[in-house]
């Protein structure tokens, strides 16, 4: 009673596969090789499938979904001190590089200009005397040397009659004295011509010292009147803006930033057990959670971190302290992403994505 209750009649073994004529125990033992048999193909099927996804995607690829867009914004920061005259743009807006972002208020800079323009007016007539001068200091040089070629040629007369008592020895006296008067007057415009030339030596009027600092000067104060119109560094998005029109601005004020949304790049961070393959310049893919995995995004890796962020945190973690447990680090892989896909489908700082390296070559 008990086998036909707990085992199927012969018609049920025969649904079931097993060969017609075979005994209660001969089916069973057939059925269960067979059961046997199957779990074995099963279990080979899903090695087989999974050796085959390994050899295929997982020993090929290594991917991470703690991926974010970043990029090196530009800080604007006034180079002067200054009243905000006018900001022409705004938070969000796209800016082309060298549109005006910030002008501040010129008058100081202006006068300092024109203060600069008279000094190096002053300076370049100033060496101009200079050039004069020494060209007076030689003449009169060439002066003194004629009336000491006069006061010799005098005295050579007078001593030479002087012999014959023509000419007494007051005269002499005198000619000798007019001699050394004019030796020395000979020696103190040389003097003053060297004084001069002193001045003016190895430069022209453009070139002379006076002349290079009133130019610098000017240089100076024309740079910092430049400065007082700000301009976008490159192009991009305004973000950030705390700047008001009236405001008194410091220098290093950070007054906006310019995100450059075509030159964002990923910071993918993946495990430190992932890095043993990845190389620069291997290929990705990735996908951003604002369009989803039906815009996927072609990078290359551009570059490894240094560190991790524990490492380089504020407090870096004490890892020598007798409570130290492990923790799997991360370290930010830098990915370069396609220009031309990143003008059809921008991103923004900070943005998800999910990045995939190709590790095979």
Known sequence: MSDASTYPPR?????????????????RRWLRQRLFVI???????????GGVWWYIVSSRYVSTDDAYVDASVAQITPQIDGLVRSVPVNDTQSVKRGQVLVVIDPVDEQIAVAQAEANLGQATRRVEQYFANAAAAAAEVTSKRADLQRAQLDYKRRAALASTGAVSG????????????????????????MSQQALIRGTSVQNNPDVMVAKAQLAAAELALSRTVIRAPVN??????????????????????????????????????????????QKATLTSDLYGSSVVFHGTVAGVGGGTGAAFAVIPAQNATGNWIKVVQRLPVRIA?????????P????????????VAH
Request: no cysteine; aromatic share 2%.
């Open 170 to 193: 007051d005269e002499l006296t005198t000619a000798k004295n007019a001699l050394e008067t004019a030796q020395a007057a000979v020696e103190e415009a040389q003097r003053q011509l």
């Open 337 to 345: 992403l396609d220009p031309a896909e990143l003008a059809k489908h």
């Open 39 to 49: 779990l074995g193909i099963a279990v080979l099927a899903v090695a087989l499938a």
């Open 236 to 281: 991009g998005i305004v973000a950030q803006s705390n700047v008001q029109i009236g405001q008194r601005i410091q220098v290093g004020t950070q007054l906006m930033t310019v995100v450059p949304l075509a030159q964002v790049y990923v910071n993918a961070n993946f495990k430190e057990g992932q890095l043993r393959r990845v190389r620069i310049g």
């Open 11 to 27: 018609d049920a073994r025969g649904f079931l596969g097993a060969p017609a004529g075979l005994s209660d125990s001969d089916a």
């Open 347 to 358: 991103l923004r700082v900070g943005l998800s994505m999910d990045a995939t390296i190709d």
